[in-house]
């Protein structure tokens, strides 16, 4: 597979559960996706579509049955799983819909743990975390536990920890799924801050039609496949 300059670069990606079995569904067929250094893209479709499929095979959580994956021009599938986790921490950042905070350590500890796993020094992923949490409005909340916060504050702290290793891709599965649209509104402006000042790719899977437009291209899947991808506005 040839280094196409894309950060993402997914060809002909089938994902096939059970195989070969009686129960054997495939629920990628044949997908294609695509995305550049810096780009923020939203997938969006109904539930059951393969979305979230496709965000874990993205975020190299899973293998597909077959197709070819290459981020920032290396081949994905030729690395081992361990090398493949340690990869993974380095190069995505995750936000999803329920936070996955941990609950009995607080919002520094939280933003900090990439970094313990990735060899970070104590007070070097301290600071930093510090530093990320101050970014995200958040300085004055650094030692409190997720069940002191609020929902848009948890999701800022993930926010943070997604950006703990200074990955190239965040990678945001129903990140506003969970907040009223007061908050949620907040947690877009951030990505749209991260993307544009910082230079992030963001891959945003939602189901809410009115922030996808937001985004500068729209992926919209149905059954399994790439039904459409357009630029805001409707233009294709």
């Known amino acids: 597979?040839?280094?196409?300059?894309?950060?993402?670069?997914?060809?002909?990606?089938?994902k096939t559960y059970n195989e070969g079995e009686p129960s054997e569904l495939t629920v990628l067929h044949g997908v294609d996706f695509y995305a550049d250094q810096g780009e923020f893209v939203s997938i969006v479709g109904p539930s059951g579509c393969g979305k979230?499929?496709?965000?874990?095979?993205?975020?190299?959580?899973?293998?597909?049955?077959?197709?070819?994956?290459?981020?920032?021009?290396e081949p994905v599938y030729a690395k081992e799983d361990k090398e493949l986790a340690a990869y993974r921490s380095q190069n995505i950042g995750?936000?999803?819909?329920n936070f996955n905070l941990i609950g009995r350590i607080d919002a520094l500890q939280n933003v900090?743990?990439?970094?313990?796993?990735?060899g970070v020094e104590r007070k070097e992923r301290e600071e930093r975390a510090a530093a990320l949490l101050d970014r995200m409005g958040m300085g004055d909340r650094l030692h409190h536990n997720p069940n002191e916060?609020?929902?848009g504050q948890k999701q800022r702290v993930a926010i943070a920890r997604s950006l703990a290793n200074d990955p190239d891709l965040l990678?945001?599965?129903e990140p506003t799924g969970a907040l009223d649209s007061k908050t949620g509104r907040m947690v877009m402006d951030l990505?749209?801050?991260?993307?544009?000042?910082?230079?992030?790719a963001i891959v945003f899977i939602t189901h809410n039609p009115?922030?996808?437009?937001?985004?500068?291209?729209?992926?919209?899947?149905?059954?399994?496949?790439?039904?459409?991808?357009?630029?805001?506005g409707g233009a294709t």
């Not at 496709?54 to 290459?70: C, E, F, H, S, V």
């Not at 995750?94 to 819909?97: A, S």
């Open 1 to 14: 597979m040839a280094d196409s300059g894309l950060l993402i670069d997914m060809r002909q990606i089938v």
């Open 52 to 73: 979230s499929t496709l965000m874990n095979l993205i975020g190299m959580l899973d293998r597909p049955t077959k197709g070819a994956y290459a981020f920032n021009g």
């Open 94 to 97: 995750f936000i999803f819909q």
């Open 112 to 118: 900090a743990m990439p970094m313990m796993y990735a």
């Open 149 to 151: 916060l609020s929902g």
């Open 171 to 173: 990678l945001a599965d």
């Open 191 to 200: 990505f749209h801050e991260l993307n544009q000042e910082l230079g992030k």
């Open 210 to 232: 009115e922030l996808a437009e937001e985004t500068g291209r729209v992926v919209e899947m149905m059954d399994g496949r790439i039904a459409g991808v357009r630029q805001p």
